[in-house]
C-alpha cells in the first residue's frame, strides 16, 4: 500500500504503520505519495536505500556528490569546501512544526555540515560545522529508530524529514539510515539543490518528497552572502530534474531588500520552467548568524516587503503553499 502523509487526527485513528491512500484522499487532504517512477511498488524502499548506500561508500573515494566536485577521498582523511569526514554527524533528532503544512509535523534528523556558507543560516554553527554532533551507533542508533518509529506510530508526526546542514555532503549515511526505516513511512528530502547529477541518481526512487530551497535569484547575491560561483544554473537543473523525478516543494526565504534582484526573478523563472512545481514562499527571515555582514539583513523581514511578495507570487501564477 502507498506510503501517504495523513492529518495528526486521521494518524490517530490509524494504528497499522500501513496507512490508507484512498482515505486520505477522500478527505480532501493533500498526501505525499510515491511517484510511478519510485521505488515502493517496484520493491522495497528498504533495500533499494541498502543498495544505493553501498554505493554511496564507495564514491567517498572521490566525492562528486555538491556542485563543487573537489573530488577529495573522504575515506582517507581528505576534506572539501565542506570538511565533511566518511561518517555523518547528527546534531538535532526531534519532532519539528515550522515546515511545510503538507509534511508537518515532522521528525527532523539534521547532519551537521554544509557545501555553502550562507551568511543568514539559521542554525548557524552546527550547520558550518561538520564536526558537530555525534554518529548515531550501537546503542544511540536503535535509540533513535526507536524515536522515529514510535513517534510515526503514535501518529505524531506525518514524516520523517532528513536535512541539514546539507544532507547531500553525507548521502551513504543518510541512506542508511533511510535503509532502517519502514518502507510506510514517508520521508522528505531537505535540500539546498546544489547538488549533482551523481548524488541525484544515488537520491532517485527513495524519498518521497523534496523540499529544495532557491534561495537566489541572481549569481551576484549568491557570491556575496553564501560564496557559491554558478549559483542559478546548478539550482535550476536539479531543480528541474527533481520535479521529474518525485514530488517537489520549492523553498524560498525572502531576504529583506532582495524582493527584486532575488524573488521576483525566481518567480519568473519557477512560472516559466515549473509551472506546476508547489513553491513554499517563507517570510520570517530573522537576522542571525552572520547577517550583519550585509546592510540589508541586519533587521528582520518586513511586512509589507512580505505581502508584495506574495502578490509577485499571484501574479506569476505560482502555486504557493504554507
Known sequence: MEATLLSLALFQSVGSLERDFTLATTTGLNPIRLRDGGNPGNGSRRALASQRAAIAREQLGECHWCAHRCGVNRLAGQRGPCHAGPEGRIFSARIEVGDES????????SFSGCDLRCDFCNTGRESWDASAGSVPEGVEREALLGRIGRAWESGAVRSLMILGGEPTIHLSSALELVAALPDALPVVWKTNAHGTPESNA??????DAWVADLKFGNDDCARRIARVERYCSTVHDNLQWAA?????IVRHLLLPGHLDCCWRPAAAWLAEQLPQAEVSLRTGFWPGWFSDRH????????????????????????????
Not at 503538507?102 to 534528523?109: G, H, R, T
Open 202 to 207: 544515488l537520491l532517485d526512487g527513495v524519498f
Open 244 to 248: 521529474g523525478h518525485t514530488r517537489l
Open 295 to 322: 546592510p540589508e539583513l541586519k533587521t528582520p523581514g518586513r511586512r509589507s516587503e512580505a505581502q508584495e511578495a506574495f502578490q509577485i507570487g499571484i501574479e506569476a501564477g505560482l502555486r504557493l503553499i504554507e
Open 102 to 109: 503538507d509534511v508537518c509535523p515532522v521528525f527532523a534528523v
